[in-house]
């Protein structure tokens, strides 16, 4: 059998955990071959052993049947091995060119050919399907643009092994069907490609085989062809997963979160939220449905005091909170789940211990006139580390070092804990696994439960679909649509999300 990747018996250590304990992957050429576990049980770490940014204690690397040594990411390249990671390595101000050949630029006499390099880009682009504009500036397209200039980079450097860390994460359900037709045209072409996801549909979907991995060890490898969507996910998580929410019917009570004509510029200046109208009451849970771009962000970003509204009012519980500090609406009963949780859902460089605090911090028994009590700091962080289960050696560990779904998971137990009075959950469950999104699902139940109100926004339908009581459908800056999930389905509010008013759920 001839396989263009082996990795056999692969350890990985860091200081206190064992990442990788002697993991087998064996990837066939040609194939789309999935690696599948929990957020940090070891996918990312394998990956990066494979292209060089880590040195593994123990095992081997065998590439197209030949025993490599893979020091450095050049390495790797020089090995046709390219890597699109989940966060990108992309420079904004340069251009989609500037950015591909960027180490590798083609030269005329003493200076970049960037003329050349535009063709060749092109020509690239074309190939593949990727319809990219090589002279667009990389801050001025979209994520799923990004994304492209990614692949692309890998395949300007002459890569036919090509590992994707959780490429759909961060792309709309349109970029996603996107993105697996470029996958499917690269495997078409020669390449082979490793997967790292802990999406079942995609694997199902896309995949030949797939390996799984959990808590640092490889469980085993299976044809996708036969296998299901369950049986990935209990070998995934050891256990019997539930697809579906489990809730009682809501019992709406008094309205918390009042919104009215409210209008909202983006930082462009742009007109994104136009005159919309929503509330949210006392125990359910209302979900924000639409495409991306259609001014949630902006709407969340207005609630929470991240940016001013322009005009109209916000209330929580008949009280003006419009352009308040994000201080004072937090103090007011806001919870808020940012959609981008490194940018404002954590500081990245302080402990996770510390980040738990980082709403309450300035109250006692956390501080007493300006000093800090680091000693009930770090028991409170130790109690919700063990609540929520955030996977972390200790809670004095950067941020930065825990794996996505476990960042997410503390920036959840840090809102959840402020007993608040209306929670924003904006992207909850983006990127994270499903025995964590079962988790965080229940939890916003829970709050639900006690009374609280909750607003979700989401991209993902079946998420909307399952734990909404009642969707609001946003299109153009406007609510254009209120329906519960009984009355409709994901075909219906896909017609919606466009704009498509006419055929309103439940029949014509």
């Given at each position: 059998?001839?396989?263009?990747?082996?990795?056999?018996?692969?350890?990985?250590?860091?200081?206190?955990?064992?990442?990788?304990?002697?993991?087998?992957?064996?990837?066939?050429?040609?194939?789309?071959?999935?690696?599948?576990?929990?957020?940090?049980?070891?996918?990312?770490?394998?990956?990066?052993?494979?292209?060089?940014?880590?040195?593994?204690?123990?095992?081997?690397?065998?590439?197209?049947?030949?025993?490599?040594?893979?020091?450095?990411?050049?390495?790797?390249?020089?090995?046709?091995?390219?890597?699109?990671?989940?966060?990108?390595?992309?420079?904004?101000?340069?251009?989609?060119?500037?950015?591909?050949?960027?180490?590798?630029?083609?030269?005329?006499?003493?200076?970049?050919?960037?003329?050349?390099?535009?063709?060749?880009?092109?020509?690239?682009?074309?190939?593949?399907?990727?319809?990219?504009?090589?002279?667009?500036?990389?801050?001025?397209?979209?994520?799923?643009?990004?994304?492209?200039?990614?692949?692309?980079?890998?395949?300007?450097?002459?890569?036919?092994?090509?590992?994707?860390?959780?490429?759909?994460?961060?792309?709309?359900?349109?970029?996603?069907?996107?993105?697996?037709?470029?996958?499917?045209?690269?495997?078409?072409?020669?390449?082979?490609?490793?997967?790292?996801?802990?999406?079942?549909?995609?694997?199902?979907?896309?995949?030949?085989?797939?390996?799984?991995?959990?808590?640092?060890?490889?469980?085993?490898?299976?044809?996708?062809?036969?296998?299901?969507?369950?049986?990935?996910?209990?070998?995934?998580?050891?256990?019997?997963?539930?697809?579906?929410?489990?809730?009682?019917?809501?019992?709406?009570?008094?309205?918390?979160?009042?919104?009215?004509?409210?209008?909202?510029?983006?930082?462009?200046?742009?007109?994104?939220?136009?005159?919309?109208?929503?509330?949210?009451?006392?125990?359910?849970?209302?979900?924000?449905?639409?495409?991306?771009?259609?001014?949630?962000?902006?709407?969340?970003?207005?609630?929470?005091?991240?940016?001013?509204?322009?005009?109209g009012t916000i209330k929580?519980?008949?009280?003006?909170?419009?352009?308040?500090?994000?201080?004072?609406?937090?103090?007011?009963?806001?919870?808020?789940?940012?959609?981008?949780?490194?940018k404002f859902g954590l500081?990245?460089?302080?402990p996770i211990g510390e980040?738990?605090?980082?709403?309450?911090?300035?109250?006692?028994?956390?501080?007493?006139?300006?000093?800090?009590?680091?000693?009930?700091?770090?028991?409170?962080?130790?109690?919700?580390?063990?609540?929520?289960?955030?996977?972390?050696?200790?809670?004095?560990?950067?941020?930065?070092?825990?794996?996505?779904?476990?960042?997410?998971?503390?920036?959840?137990?840090?809102?959840?804990?402020?007993?608040?009075?209306?929670?924003?959950?904006?992207?909850?469950?983006?990127?994270?696994?499903?025995?964590?999104?079962?988790?965080?699902?229940?939890?916003?139940?829970?709050?639900?439960?006690?009374?609280?109100?909750?607003?979700?926004?989401?991209?993902?339908?079946?998420?909307?679909?399952?734990?909404?009581?009642?969707?609001?459908?946003?299109?153009?800056?406007?609510?254009?649509?209120?329906?519960?999930?009984?009355?409709?389905?994901?075909?219906?509010?896909?017609?919606?999300?466009?704009?498509?008013?006419?055929?309103?759920?439940?029949?014509?």
């Open positions: 059998m001839e396989y263009v990747i082996e990795m056999l018996n692969i350890r990985k250590e860091f200081p206190g955990i064992v990442a990788n304990d002697n993991i087998n992957l064996q990837v066939k050429k040609g194939e789309i071959h999935a690696l599948l576990g929990e957020n940090g049980a070891g996918k990312s770490t394998l990956m990066n052993v494979l292209f060089g940014l880590y040195q593994p204690e123990r095992g081997e690397i065998k590439v197209r049947g030949k025993k490599v040594n893979i020091s450095d990411p050049n390495v790797a390249n020089n090995l046709g091995i390219g890597m699109v990671h989940q966060h990108f390595m992309l420079v904004d101000t340069f251009t989609v060119t500037e950015n591909i050949v960027l180490g590798s630029e083609p030269t005329k006499g003493m200076t970049v050919d960037i003329k050349k390099a535009e063709k060749q880009v092109e020509e690239l682009s074309l190939k593949y399907g990727l319809n990219v504009n090589p002279r667009a500036k990389v801050r001025d397209i979209s994520v799923g643009m990004q994304q492209r200039v990614e692949i692309l980079k890998t395949l300007y450097r002459g890569a036919d092994i090509l590992i994707f860390d959780e490429p759909s994460a961060v792309l709309t359900p349109q970029e996603i069907k996107e993105l697996i037709t470029i996958m499917k045209s690269l495997v078409e072409e020669g390449k082979s490609i490793i997967l790292i996801t802990h999406k079942l549909k995609e694997i199902m979907e896309v995949c030949d085989r797939c390996t799984v991995i959990r808590k640092g060890q490889g469980i085993g490898t299976v044809d996708v062809e036969q296998t299901t969507p369950t049986e990935l996910a209990s070998l995934m998580v050891g256990r019997d997963v539930s697809f579906s929410t489990e809730k009682t019917a809501a019992e709406p009570k008094d309205i918390y979160l009042s919104v009215q004509d409210l209008r909202v510029k983006d930082g462009r200046g742009v007109e994104m939220v136009k005159g919309l109208n929503l509330d949210v009451r006392a125990g359910e849970i209302v979900g924000i449905a639409g495409v991306d771009g259609n001014g949630q962000s902006e709407l969340i970003e207005a609630i929470t005091g991240l940016r001013k509204a322009d005009s929580l519980h008949d009280k003006a909170i419009t352009n308040l500090t994000p201080r004072k609406i937090t103090e007011s009963g806001v919870s808020h789940i940012p959609q981008d949780r490194h500081v990245l460089d302080f980040n738990m605090v980082l709403q309450t911090y300035h109250h006692q028994p956390y501080s007493k006139k300006g000093i800090m009590n680091f000693k009930n700091i770090y028991k409170k962080a130790e109690s919700l580390i063990k609540e929520y289960d955030v996977r972390t050696p200790d809670a004095y560990t950067k941020a930065r070092a825990l794996s996505g779904g476990n960042q997410q998971k503390a920036i959840i137990g840090r809102e959840m804990d402020r007993s608040p009075d209306l929670i924003i959950a904006a992207q909850p469950t983006r990127g994270l696994d499903v025995g964590a999104i079962e988790f965080i699902h229940q939890k916003l139940i829970e709050e639900r439960d006690k009374g609280r109100a909750v607003l979700l926004l989401s991209f993902e339908l079946d998420e909307i679909m399952n734990v909404s009581d009642r969707i609001a459908v946003m299109f153009d800056g406007t609510i254009i649509a209120n329906v519960t999930p009984e009355e409709t389905d994901e075909q219906q509010l896909g017609l919606l999300m466009a704009g498509n008013t006419e055929q309103k759920a439940g029949g014509e």
